[in-house]
């Protein structure tokens, strides 16, 4: 699944982003290389957390349907699977 993400065009050293599709998501990074990476985890533990507590996954928007606001730019990520072992 494919989710889009809004990255914050801050200041070089302070990038942010969140995901429209799942309120209180997001991630941070002092570059887009490291904001991006991050952002691929989040989605990983966000998927992995609510798995765990028996809920569906938020349904990804389509990305043209996602509002752009000035300042940021919109991204998709993809939640990559892992085998997860619960002990």
Known sequence: MDYPALIDD???GAY???FPD???VAAMGRTIEEVLRNTEDVL???AIETE???DELARPSRPDAVETPPGSRLV???LARREVQVS
């Open 10 to 12: 801050g200041e070089d």
């Open 16 to 18: 942010g982003v969140a």
């Open 22 to 24: 799942i309120p209180g």
């Open 44 to 46: 990983m533990d966000y």
């Open 52 to 54: 765990l507590d028996g």
């Open 76 to 78: 998709t990520v993809t």
